[in-house]
């Protein structure tokens, strides 16, 4: 038997790890996102090989370079945008990911709302929240939430599945957590997208239904 990558012992790793900690804190597990950014088919196999259903991107482009021979491989996996989208590749991101996670303004809300119209189909949809109101990253301002949810939901009929949120880098994700947390339960949105490769754990502990992991798993870029 060949040797299992080390992107595949990483994933299994992670996983159980993911499983240990929720049972620990009396919590649900997350789903584990394999974030494969800047990798290419070959090197994301082995992680689908490994039993990895749901992976995330950040740019349309390059998903379509890689994922449309993947996907037809393996009809299972669900893949995510986790980067900012521009309204411009609305069409192919609609086309190609069954999940966006940066719904961050209104001018893509109306994008993505008309090109799954025009598709005939139905993504899931996050809303991108700016936790820490840092002005150098994508998402909507905490104050502004629950009116842009609502925009979203009433106004042009999106079917909301939850929130994101990347935290500050130098700050304690935490408090970042929890106010993704209660963000979500005011909008009665179910699912929660926060923790990365450093602070995935700690994410668990305040409910994510799903945590984005890219280094732990398929190493340095």
């Known amino acids: 038997m060949a040797e299992i990558a080390q992107s595949a012992r990483n994933y299994i790793d992670i996983c159980e790890e993911l499983e240990q900690h929720a049972k620990k804190h009396d919590v649900k597990a997350p789903r584990l996102i394999s974030v494969s950014k800047t990798f290419d088919a070959e090197a994301i196999q082995p992680v689908i090989d490994a039993g990895c259903q749901i992976f995330g991107e950040n740019r349309v482009q390059e998903a379509q370079g890689k994922w449309p021979g993947l996907k037809q491989a393996t009809p299972n996996i669900e893949l995510h945008l986790i980067g900012p989208l521009q309204s411009n590749k609305a069409s192919d991101a609609v086309e190609l990911f069954d999940c966006i996670q940066t719904i961050d303004r209104e001018k893509i809300a109306k994008a993505v709302a008309r090109e799954m119209e025009k598709q005939n189909k139905q ?53 970042h957590f929890a106010l993704l947390r209660k963000i979500a339960a005011e909008a009665s949105l179910s699912s929660l997208s926060m923790g990365m490769s450093a602070d995935y754990l700690t994410a668990t502990e305040f409910d994510a239904t799903h945590v984005r992991v890219g280094s732990g798993i398929f190493g340095a870029r």
Not at 137 to 160: E, T, W
């Open 123 to 175: 993504l899931k949809l996050f809303v991108q929240i700016n936790t820490g109101s840092e002005p150098q990253k994508a998402g909507i301002l905490p104050d502004q939430a629950s009116d842009f949810i609502a925009f979203c939901q009433n106004d042009i009929g999106l079917q909301l599945e939850g929130l994101m949120c990347i935290p500050p880098f130098d700050e304690n994700p935490g408090p």
